[in-house]
């Protein structure tokens, strides 16, 4: 069995307000910071599975993305999977 870190990034769908990201672009304008634009504030989540293929690793991280981890009608999310060397 392989070990495979994964790394999950949520984000808000394109058309939601996000409101941190709000607040993040402000401050950088009034900071001097004035070509920041479209700020957008998001969760990142690693955690390490264990697997007998990438392609499982694949299923569960899509099952937990359903059940729990993304909010599906606010939310979108996208992973990245790299396995550990023993």
Do not use: C, W
Not at 7 to 30: C, F, M, N, S, W
């Amino acid at each position: 069995m392989a070990s495979f870190l994964v790394k999950v990034l949520i984000t808000y769908r394109k058309g939601i307000l996000d409101p941190q990201g709000v607040a993040v672009e402000k401050a950088a304008h009034q900071l001097g910071f004035t070509s920041v634009k479209n700020v957008r504030v998001g969760k990142y989540v690693t955690m390490e599975i264990e697997a007998e293929s990438r392609e499982e690793v694949e299923r569960e991280i899509k099952e937990m993305a359903k059940k729990f981890l993304v909010n599906p009608v606010i939310e979108e999310y996208t992973y990245e999977i790299e396995e550990l060397e023993e």
